[in-house]
């Protein structure tokens, strides 16, 4: 797990050959038994990616005849996120959906299913955060619809370790969280944009107060708390 985990980072894959190696098509999602079995060429062999593939064939390899099939799978999980987040090709999202239906579909005990239906929901969860209100309604739902897959496997399948994880994914969910960008530079007495993004509020209030360069220096690294009060106790403008 660590070797793989060392050649799924990008980070540490900083010097490419020409003909790189490159998981290029969804045939890295096929099922467990095929993805074994496949032969894996590369011309570039110093590839990271290319040795992570190699590793998680191989330790899924070794877990294949276990008759427990968790560890397997532990690993198959990681494979599938893995070929999802570094897969160098466009349509994603279908096959890594319909590779955790095969997992739900092919297994009868609970801890798997809970496990895999929560991957399922996290990845929900994860494209929510594609979706451009002015563009599109695509993505627009999915936090529901992973919040409401999370209800079904606690509810099905408690005490899993996918019931606690769907526990934690929707506390995630819930979260309040609000965050406004301005521009770095204004004009003084002219318009500028501002940017809220925001999740799980229902309205917002604005107050604005007068300040200056050097008050923001000496607040500038203080509690936040004491910045909040700090400027709730000043006269507003507007």
Same mark, same amino acid.
């Given at each position: 797990?660590?070797?793989?985990?060392?050649?799924?980072?990008?980070?540490?894959?900083?010097?490419?050959?020409?003909?790189?190696?490159?998981?290029?098509?969804?045939?890295?999602?096929?099922?467990?038994?095929?993805? &074994?079995?496949?032969?894996? =060429?590369?011309?570039?062999?110093?590839?990271?990616?290319?040795? /992570?593939? %190699? $590793?998680?064939?191989? *330790?899924?390899?070794?877990?294949?005849?276990?008759?427990?099939?968790?560890?397997?799978?532990?690993?198959?999980?990681?494979?599938?996120?893995?070929?999802?987040?570094?897969?160098?090709?466009?349509?994603?999202?279908?096959?890594?959906?319909?590779?955790?239906?095969?997992?739900?579909?092919?297994?009868?005990?609970?801890? &798997?299913?809970?496990?895999? =239906?929560?991957?399922?929901?996290?990845?929900?969860?994860?494209? /929510?955060? %594609? $979706?451009?209100?002015? *563009?599109?309604?695509?993505?627009?739902?999915?936090?529901?619809?992973?919040?409401?897959?999370?209800?079904?496997?606690?509810?099905?399948?408690?005490?899993?370790?996918?019931?606690?994880?769907?526990?934690?994914?929707?506390?995630?969910?819930?979260?309040?969280?609000?965050?406004?960008?301005?521009?770095?530079?204004?004009?003084?007495?002219?318009?500028?944009?501002?940017?809220?993004?925001?999740?799980?509020?229902?309205?917002?209030?604005?107050?604005?107060?007068?300040?200056?360069?050097?008050?923001?220096?000496?607040?500038?690294?203080?509690?936040?708390?004491?910045?909040?009060?700090?400027?709730?106790?000043?006269?507003?403008?507007?």
């Amino acid at each position: 797990h660590r070797a793989i985990d060392f050649f799924s980072n990008n980070e540490a894959n900083l010097t490419k050959a020409v003909d790189h190696f490159r998981i290029d098509s969804s045939k890295y999602f096929l099922d467990n038994d095929q993805f &074994i079995g496949f032969k894996l =060429k590369s011309s570039d062999p110093l590839s990271f990616h290319y040795h /992570a593939i %190699r $590793y998680l064939q191989d *330790l899924m390899r070794f877990h294949s005849r276990d008759t427990d099939p968790s560890a397997y799978l532990d690993v198959d999980f990681k494979r599938l996120k893995f070929v999802y987040d570094k897969g160098a090709f466009e349509d994603r999202v279908r096959p890594y959906l319909k590779a955790l239906d095969r997992i739900i579909n092919r297994y009868d005990r609970k801890e &798997i299913i809970a496990e895999a =239906k929560y991957w399922t929901a996290r990845f929900y969860s994860t494209l /929510a955060n %594609r $979706y451009k209100p002015t *563009l599109s309604e695509e993505y627009r739902w999915h936090k529901k619809k992973a919040y409401r897959l999370c209800q079904e496997i606690i509810k099905i399948y408690p005490g899993t370790y996918g019931a606690r994880n769907a526990r934690n994914l929707m506390a995630n969910i819930r979260k309040i969280k609000l965050e406004l960008t301005l521009e770095q530079i204004t004009i003084p007495d002219k318009p500028f944009r501002a940017l809220l993004a925001y999740q799980n509020v229902d309205r917002v209030y604005f107050r604005l107060v007068e300040t200056n360069r050097e008050e923001l220096k000496q607040y500038r690294y203080k509690n936040r708390q004491k910045i909040v009060n700090h400027f709730l106790s000043r006269p507003v403008l507007k």
